[in-house]
Structures are given as structure tokens and as C-alpha cells.
Nanobody, 116 residues
């Protein structure tokens, strides 16, 4: 059974940092690209970051470039999102996601709230 467990969210002040983790199981993690998405309350899902299967290629939404870093540890079947210089507009539920044989698989999400 393919499964993701997202963790690491919380309440942080503007300018602070958080590191999100997504632990994957049930498939060959190292052969699939991974993504982090976010959805603010009442908003649409937004692609935040993407990483290739071997971790050598990454892409970011313009809103997070220079502040967020996606990485992965294939030995641990885990993808990370390091978030620095957080802003109130980063407040959202964050999800990891991949597509396997045209089926989308999502983590359960972890809430990030940036507020003073």
C-alpha cells in the first residue's frame, strides 16, 4: 500500500524556520520525482517545490525561491522541505505528492502557521 506521512508543521513567527518531512512507503521511492504542495484556507493547491528522483534537479514556485529548499534521502524514503524566512502568506496546509502510473498519491498534510 502506497502511503505518505507528512510531519514537521507548526506555529512559527515571521522570519522563522521549519523543516517538513514526508516519509514514503509501499513503492520504490528512489525512482519517482516528489513534490510539495500547499493549500491556504479557502484557496487552491499550489505547487511549492519539485525534486527529481536522484535529487539533482529541483524547481520552486517564485514565491518561495531563495527561502525554501527541497531535498530527499532515498535511503530513508523521505523528502524534506526546509523553509526559512517564513512569511504570514506561507500559512497553509503542506502536502507531499507524487504520481505513479497516472495515479496521484498525497500525504495527509501538515499545517504551517506563520504569525506573531
Amino acid at each position: 500500500q502506497i502511503q505518505f506521512v507528512d510531519s514537521g508543521g507548526g506555529l512559527v513567527q515571521p522570519g522563522g524556520s521549519l523543516r517538513l518531512s514526508c516519509l514514503a512507503s509501499g513503492f520504490t521511492f528512489s525512482t519517482y520525482p516528489m513534490n510539495w504542495y500547499r493549500r491556504a484556507q479557502g484557496g487552491e493547491s499550489e505547487l511549492v517545490a519539485h525534486i527529481s528522483p536522484d535529487g539533482t534537479n529541483t524547481n520552486y514556485a517564485d514565491a518561495v525561491k531563495g527561502r525554501f529548499t527541497i531535498s530527499r534521502d532515498n535511503a530513508k524514503s523521505t523528502v524534506y522541505l526546509q523553509m526559512n524566512s517564513l512569511k504570514p502568506e506561507d500559512t497553509a496546509q503542506y502536502y507531499c505528492k507524487t504520481t505513479i502510473r497516472r495515479i496521484e498519491y498525497w500525504g495527509q498534510g501538515t499545517q504551517v502557521t506563520v504569525s506573531s
